[in-house]
């Protein structure tokens, strides 16, 4: 049985930093991909950033290239997101998720879900 265990987030202002963490469980093939999605009140879940576990090759979002950092710790089989310079418009329920395979971005491609953690940034 796969699990996903999100935590960190929070409340920050305009400008600070936060940090959330992902431990996966569960998974028997190494060729697998972690990634991390966001839902705002009243729009659609979209992706934020991903990572391939064993290659470490990486996608980011438009909206937080530059600022949003992806990374993973293999032999504690957790994925973290530092999230730097953040901003209002990244006030978002924050969810981690896994698939089996290559690098996707797309969350219809991510059928292994954590509960999702909240991220509120204030101006």
């Known amino acids: 049985q796969v699990q996903v265990v999100e935590s960190g987030g929070g409340l920050a202002q305009t400008g600070e930093s936060l940090r959330l963490s992902c431990h996966v469980s569960?998974?028997?093939?190494?060729?697998?991909?972690m990634g991390w999605f966001r839902q705002a009140p009243g729009k659609g879940r979209e992706g934020v950033a991903v990572?391939?576990?064993?290659?470490?090759?990486?996608w980011y979002a438009s909206s937080v290239k530059g600022r949003f950092t992806i990374s993973r710790d293999i032999a504690e089989n957790t994925v973290y997101l530092q999230m730097n310079d953040l901003k209002p418009e990244d006030t978002a329920m924050y969810y981690c998720?896994?698939?089996?395979?290559?690098?996707?971005?797309?969350?219809?491609?991510?059928?292994?879900w954590g509960q999702g953690t909240q991220v509120t940034v204030s101006s």
């Open positions: 569960g998974l028997t093939d190494d060729h697998y991909a």
């Open positions: 990572v391939h576990w064993t290659g470490g090759t990486t």
């Open positions: 998720a896994a698939r089996l395979g290559g690098l996707r971005s797309g969350p219809e491609d991510f059928p292994y």
